[in-house]
């Protein structure tokens, strides 16, 4: 996928394309990127080893970037104060009048956790997917959408929600802004097997993909229902063991990690950490050294110079392709 990644006032004066890497493993979807410009985009999560240790801001020299083993020239690089849109994806599929206000509360708490320079939108789903409030930069609208969030009805159309989010939630909005998506669910879409429900029309191989290739970053919470859903829902427990691999997948397609709340009360907790992950995120672009445009897998790696007391994570490399 390539992004177009306007760079004025930052490096150049122009907008340049920058082709979109892939986290593939064997066995699991990938994608041919197109490499036009011949830039390789990366997004970089850079975590404390120590979470007590605070994260002094970093710069280009800091970073070296290897494909293939082979350092590379690095030509972009956008910091850890370059602004964000954030979307809060909340799964309410069994929720309760008691857990709504719940979730209310816990979703108030990461709209105050998050960057004034931010925009933050409200998603819900159950089968249905409703965008309880768009990106906006105003907080006071924001908490008051969050009386909009009532008790649902439904199933779980997780993955379609998700690309939903993906696809017209962040990518409808003509912005050159970084994007994440926050989402809170169990991961039990009922496309899965033995689940009750019809599910999505989107397949998990297909979302797995489209994450991979997109410029969003996933940051997915697992609250766990496991308990309650398998006793009155009838939910197998193979299910749940399902749900949270293809979770944990998402999450390595995106270059993060897979967050865990064991009840809702944690989410507040959970949320203030995604946050800080979140705030120490980079954009890297660079020129592959290796110009043949031949299809074949490229790895990719990150490294930090001098700073054993982080480690810096990104997508595992890609496929190079011309355009036809």
């Known amino acids: 996928m390539l992004l177009n990644v306007l760079v004025a006032g930052l490096l150049l004066t122009i907008p340049v394309l920058f082709p979109q890497t892939c986290n593939a493993q064997p066995g699991e979807p990938s994608e041919t990127i197109r490499v036009d410009s011949n830039l390789v985009d990366l997004r970089v999560s850079v975590v404390r080893l120590n979470p007590n240790d605070p994260v002094s801001a970093l710069q280009q020299k800091d970073f070296t970037i290897f494909e293939d083993g082979k350092p590379q020239e690095i030509v972009f690089f956008a910091g850890e104060d370059a602004p964000f849109d954030l979307v809060l994806l909340l799964d309410l599929s069994g929720s309760s009048s008691d857990k709504i206000k719940l979730i209310r509360s816990s979703a108030k708490r990461f709209i105050e956790s998050t960057r004034p320079m931010d925009r933050v939108a409200i998603v819900t789903f159950t089968d249905m997917v409703e965008v309880v409030s768009p990106l906006t930069w105003d907080r006071g609208l924001l908490k ?10 439904g199933g779980t159309n997780f993955w379609d929600s998700l690309l939903f989010t993906m696809t017209r939630v962040i990518s409808s909005e003509k ?17 899965l097997p033995d689940v009750y429900g019809d599910g999505s029309r989107t397949t998990f191989a297909e979302l797995l993909d489209r994450v991979g290739r997109s410029g969003t970053i996933v940051f997915p919470i697992y609250l766990d229902t496991e308990a309650e859903g398998v006793k009155r829902n009838r939910v197998p427990v193979a299910a749940y063991t399902l749900a949270r691999s293809q979770l944990a997948q998402l999450a390595a397609a995106s270059g993060t990690k897979m967050y865990r709340a064991n009840k809702l009360k944690d989410l507040d907790l959970v949320y203030d950490q995604v946050i800080k992950d979140l705030s120490v995120v980079y954009s890297l672009a660079y020129k592959p050294s290796n110009e043949a445009q031949d299809g074949k897998w490229r790895s990719v790696g990150v490294q930090l110079i001098g700073r054993q007391d982080l480690t810096a994570t990104t997508k595992r490399g890609y496929f190079a392709k011309a355009e036809p």
Not at 175 to 191: E, K, L, P, Q, W
């Open 144 to 153: 008051d959408s969050l009386q909009d969030i009532q008790k649902p009805l």
């Open 175 to 191: 912005s050159f802004r970084r994007s994440a998506i926050v989402v809170m669910t169990d991961g039990v879409d009922n496309a």
